[in-house]
């Protein structure tokens, strides 16, 4: 019996489903979801984003390659120096493998830092900067829902086609909205259409209405709002007040979230046209898993946060696939799985680790149009996902020539 019992074991042992394959680091795989729970991202990002990232472990069935799964949280309070110091306790003390979400650029990057550092995995949904997957890309930084070029360009492109050919940027005065502001143009002007000024404006300034009279002045068919929160929900509201949309302009919203919509209202924010990467009724699939999570937060989702259960759901079937969560080694998996969910379509993790699908131009309904809540989109086309992205940047490393 003893000489048996001994070549089943070897037999187990070599076999590529057997347990001694399956390794997973300090026999628990860890998932913190670094977020603003309490500032002005925390709405779009915060306490929904930990609640998708449980919602994908308790689906996934709680545990992989038979060891528990756990997700932890934090604030970072959109500092960097807060957000790298969690990352590192996180990474060194906690035994973290993947942290996601990370709302606004600067922080993002600083968390990107640590974990190329320490060498482990971080997916980010709320940083849009470019060059997250450009010149600072890295094996272990993963870009899943947006950048700034794929929302600039997909609105600039797709509105500038339409008819939408005169444009005057309301723009916020730092790298983000300059960047968004820089793509657009870029775009309309290859597309025939021209623009016919900008006005740059402090952050968060409390007064827009000077660069909004600015904007309706220029006569242009479509003002361009290259900001994030707050300043791109003060400008909607106040060209609503201004007569923008009775006047027969228009406003793209650059970066606009579900969220923001809601919180403007139908009145404010009617005829706005912006890009996303994910709308709650865009079909059954969006439908069901959207109403599952308003169940949970009482509130439709953001892109960033159906990302954020996009990415976990991905990141542990890659792990059950390989057999370890060795992170190179889920990162490479992840990146040889086509990606088609409820949240992407045509989806896939490019070499520069940016996920590239294919995302949609809404416009938001008139409040007679509207027939129950949170039914604030029309949408008006798909935009193929190498489209909106473009190319990898040749700048990042990881792109071979």
């Not at 070029?149 to 005169?166: I, W």
């Not at 707050?230 to 509201?237: E, G, Q, R, W």
Request: hydrophobic letters at 45%.
């Amino acid at each position: 019996m003893q000489p048996l019992r001994l070549v089943l074991l070897t037999a187990l042992l070599a076999c590529p489903g057997g347990f001694a394959s399956a390794q997973v680091s300090d026999d628990v795989v860890k998932i913190g979801v670094l977020t603003d729970l309490s500032g002005p991202a925390a709405t779009a990002t915060g306490p929904g984003s930990v609640a998708a990232a449980q919602m994908a472990v308790d689906d996934f069935g709680g545990k992989v390659l038979g060891k528990p799964i756990q997700v932890i949280s934090a604030d970072h309070q959109i500092k960097p120096d807060i957000a790298a110091g969690i990352a590192r306790q996180w990474y060194d003390r906690d035994q973290v493998d993947l942290i996601v979400d990370v709302p606004v650029s600067a922080v993002g990057l600083a968390v990107q830092n640590v974990a190329n550092d320490r060498k482990k995995l971080f997916i980010t949904h709320s940083t849009g900067t470019a060059d997250f997957h450009g010149k600072f890309c890295s094996p272990y930084a993963i870009q899943w829902v947006f950048d700034t070029r794929a929302l600039a360009v997909g609105t600039a492109q797709e509105v500038t086609k339409r008819g939408g050919d005169t444009w005057f940027f309301l723009t916020a005065d730092y790298a983000f909205g300059h960047a968004l502001e820089r793509d657009a143009s870029q775009v309309i002007v290859q597309n025939g259409g021209k623009v016919l000024g900008s006005v740059s404006h402090p952050f968060a300034t409390p007064d827009l209405s000077s660069f909004i009279l600015q904007a309706q002045a220029s006569k242009a068919k479509i003002i361009g709002i290259a900001s994030g929160p707050p300043d791109n929900v003060n400008a909607i509201k106040l060209g609503g007040e201004f007569g923008i949309f009775q006047g027969g302009q228009q406003m793209a919203g650059l970066l606009v979230l579900i969220t923001d919509v809601n919180a403007l209202g139908l009145k404010a924010a009617q005829g706005l046209l912006l890009t996303t990467s994910f709308y709650w009724d865009m079909d059954e699939q969006t439908r069901e898993w959207s109403n599952r999570y308003f169940a949970k937060i009482n509130r439709m989702p953001t892109m960033w946060q159906a990302g954020v259960y996009s990415s976990v759901m991905n990141y542990l079937n890659a792990i059950k696939a390989s057999g370890t969560d060795d992170p190179l080694k889920v990162a490479a998996k992840m990146r040889e799985t086509p990606i088609q969910d409820f949240f992407a379509r045509n989806g896939h993790l490019r070499e520069d680790n940016l996920m590239v699908h294919d995302l949609i131009l809404v416009q938001v309904k008139t409040p007679e149009e509207s027939k129950y809540p949170w039914d604030y989109y029309k949408m008006l086309t798909h935009i193929p996902g190498e489209q909106a992205f473009g190319p990898p940047n040749p700048a990042c490393p990881l792109v071979k020539g």
